[in-house]
Structure formats: structure tokens, C-alpha cells
């Protein structure tokens, strides 16, 4: 004849109960502490950024803070000349949405800026005057460079 497991006493499985609670508070918090009703503060920059006549946001200095971009971001030409980018192209080729769809991503990746990089205008710190380009690299040159780097 099997023998039945024996039952822990009531007290035992409610104090487990409540430990789980606990934890599931501390990792999770309570809409109270997360403060679900009152707004996010932001983080202090903790670089001061100068605001050009546009009203756009760069540094001179070059560094950024990684809690909040700059609206110019300082390069170097391909001329050699320093000057500023719109950030908000470094990042997205200009002229293409940005992809949702699986579809969408297929062809976002085999677009011909997405692969062989693009170039944009490099403006003094006024964010009007060019005074040169910058180039992106684009996804094909990086996997040239990965398959130039040997397997171990």
C-alpha cells in the first residue's frame, strides 16, 4: 500500500505563502513606492550643453551625456575640418522610416544606404553653416571588418 505524504501543518504553508509575497513585492515593488502617480524626474545632466540661436544643443568640449543627447553632435569631417552633425541622423539614414514588419526589416537591411553607409553635412556649432561631410559606415563594410578579424 502507497503511503500518503504526510501534510504540513497550515501555519507552515501560509508563512511560505507570505515570504513569496514578499519577495514578489521587493522585485516587482508596489504601485505606492514605484510612485505610479506622480511624474518622472528626470536624471541631472551631468554635462551643461550650450544652446546655438537655432535653439539646438551641442558641446564644445565633444562629450555627451548618456542619459540625454545633444542635437549636434561634434566629428570630424572627412576634410578634417571639426564641426557638428544633427544626431538624430547618425543613427537612421535619412529618407528611410524606420522598419516594423519582418518584411519591412528584410528591406530596410538590404537598402543600398543601410549597407554601404551615408554621408551627412558637418555644420559649425550654429547648425547652418557646412563646413564639410561625415561619413556612416554602413553594414556592409562592418561585415567586411568582422570577417577580417581570424577565429580563435
Not at 38 to 67: C, F, H, L, M, R
Amino acid at each position: 500500500m502507497a503511503r500518503r505524504p504526510a501534510r504540513q501543518p497550515l501555519a507552515t504553508s501560509f508563512a511560505a505563502l507570505g515570504a513569496a509575497l514578499v519577495i514578489l513585492a521587493l522585485i516587482f515593488g508596489t504601485s505606492e513606492r514605484r510612485g505610479a502617480a506622480e511624474p518622472e524626474t528626470k536624471q541631472e545632466t551631468s554635462v551643461k550643453y550650450e544652446i546655438n540661436a537655432s535653439g539646438q544643443t551641442y558641446n564644445p568640449e565633444g562629450s555627451v551625456d548618456p542619459n540625454m543627447d545633444p542635437d549636434l553632435i561634434r566629428v570630424e569631417a572627412t576634410n578634417g575640418r571639426v564641426g557638428y552633425v544633427e544626431s538624430a541622423l547618425m543613427h537612421h539614414p535619412p529618407g528611410l522610416s524606420v522598419p516594423v514588419t519582418e518584411g519591412e526589416v528584410e528591406a530596410y537591411m538590404s537598402h543600398p544606404l543601410v549597407m554601404d553607409g551615408w554621408s551627412l553635412p558637418v555644420y559649425e556649432a550654429d547648425g547652418v553653416t557646412q563646413v564639410g561631410e561625415f561619413h556612416i559606415t554602413g553594414y556592409r563594410n562592418s561585415l567586411k571588418q568582422r570577417d577580417l578579424v581570424a577565429p580563435k
